[in-house]
């Protein structure tokens, strides 16, 4: 599994289900991280468990002396978390990406599923964006501070 880290001031998604539907918004933050996550092929409930753990123990926001020292739980974070298959896209060749990395829905949804319901476990609130609809996601990158974590 992938996913892309920001810690942000606020943080939103919207999605519609339909192209002639109108957005409505699905998950919405305060001061936390928004979390894109991808899956690939032989990613399982272990990677799933792996990455939630990581992300709810990042230590990417500021203590008192303004040092990123401490973890979501510590400051009483928010996550918004959001599927992103586009994370597993190979740009290796030609112009157009190639998405044969990325898992098929039926195998990322209930993965991505999981990574939310292990970070509730460990105590951080998260809201989510809606799996299988066009969504747009409206952020405030805080530092700016974007990670990279892969299990």
């Not at 298959?85 to 039926?106: N, Q, V």
């Amino acid at each position: 599994m992938r996913a892309v880290v920001q810690r942000v001031v606020r943080a939103e998604v919207r999605s519609r289900p339909t192209p002639d539907a109108d957005y409505e918004t699905a998950g919405r933050i305060d001061a936390g991280a928004c979390v894109l996550v991808g899956v690939t092929h032989g990613d399982g409930e272990a990677e799933a468990d792996k990455l939630a753990a990581k992300l709810a123990g990042l230590r990417i926001f500021d203590d008192a002396d303004g040092v990123m020292n401490l973890g979501a739980t510590d400051v009483r974070a928010d996550f918004l978390v959001v599927s992103q298959f586009t994370l597993y896209g190979d740009t290796a060749k030609g112009r157009r990406p190639s998405w044969i990395a990325a898992a098929r829905p039926e195998h990322a949804e209930p993965l991505v599923e999981r990574v939310v319901q292990q970070l509730r476990a460990a105590g951080v609130r998260v809201a989510t964006g809606r799996f299988r609809t066009e969504m747009q996601v409206d952020l405030v990158n805080d530092g700016p501070v974007t990670l990279i974590v892969e299990t």
